[in-house]
């Protein structure tokens, strides 16, 4: 490698690490950035999500993380245009809204309509007959219907883009994974990869489902763990649905430009097991059939398993070491990553380059000591 030193190191190569380094370049173009990691790694959450940007449908509570996850997609659209105008590579997003079907939501219908409209969550009640005339393929089981104005993107352009975006403002990839660190008790040094030693100042640990292991090299224990997602991806006309749908232990995530629409999802405390399970897979899809008939006969395109980085109290860890002093994190993203992705970066960004006011004490790495 030309040039070793550098003013920040991230460590992962997913939408968490590329989306750090794209928000740095932009603010300061002169930092020296590298990116490490294996962008290959066939278990990485950010190319396995269906790229939903569902705030409304999968928060309950209106606590710091909904706030924060709300604040990101309300960042989106301007964020995939900045994104789009560096990088020349396009990506599939649209705020077309989700549909949340009353019939899967049981006793809990009235108190998630409630909520929306307490917080004035932008959401329309459909009646079936006006559900039958927006969207005529969906089952006449899904009775009255929920619209809510959310995103959907399509992940995987998502992380091309932010690659090549990466590449282009100069930041240097390195697809190596990171074996340990040189340090001392309170300050990390280098980076241990495969080419040698790399230094830098400043170190982000943004390594997804495997950021316990790198915790371990640096002597700190991060409860976190894989959760496996098994999904699949069907080949269906783009104009069966316009919106993304949230269902009982399902969703249909539509990526449209002819890519389908991608099915999930489960949830499974599995370690890094990476199977997928024939079985499993048609039962997504007869779960997801009930509610999109046409999916029953739909052409399989791939199925494939992800990993979920999920803390123990299932809150992002974000913001600085409280054991190093050059160290700050990035992880435990679970459910909502690509949802998080441009808040997450501005306010990583807004840490590492100390122009933060405070900390969100909710996702702070000292809660674990970290
Ligand atoms: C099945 C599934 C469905 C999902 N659906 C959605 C959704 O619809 N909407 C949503 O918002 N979120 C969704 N998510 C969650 C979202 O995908 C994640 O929260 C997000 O992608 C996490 O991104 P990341 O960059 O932190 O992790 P990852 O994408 O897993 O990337 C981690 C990176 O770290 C690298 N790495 C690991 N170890 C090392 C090492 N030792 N040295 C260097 N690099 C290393 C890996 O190679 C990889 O590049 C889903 C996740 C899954 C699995």
Redesign the pocket.
Known sequence: MKNNDFDVII???????FSIAFRLKRIRPALNIAV????M?S????????????PFGECKRADKFFGFCRESLEKYPEFIEELVAVSGVPVFFSMQGSLMPSAFYGDSWEERKRFFLEEKIPHKVWQPEKVRAKVPYLSEQCGEVLWVGEGQVN?RQLHDSLVAAAGKLGVTIVE????GFIKDKSAIECAVADSGNIKGKKFVL?????SQ??AETLKVSMPLKPIK???CRLQVEDNRLDYTVHGLLTYI?PWRGGHGFVI??TMEDRGFDASVEETVIQELIARAADILPCLRDAPLIESWT????AAEDLMPVMGKSVRYDNLFY??G????????TPNQADYLASILLETLQEEIAEFSPSRYQL
């Open positions: 460590i992962g190569a997913g939408v968490i690490g490490l990691g294996d962008p790694n278990l990485m959450a950010s190319r396995a999500a269906a790229g939903m940007l569902a992940n190596e994974n990171v074996t943004a390594s997804g489902s495997w292991q790198l997602g098994q999904m995530a999930g999802s992800g990993l979920r980085p990035s992880t993203h679970y459910r909502n990553g690509i949802l998080q």
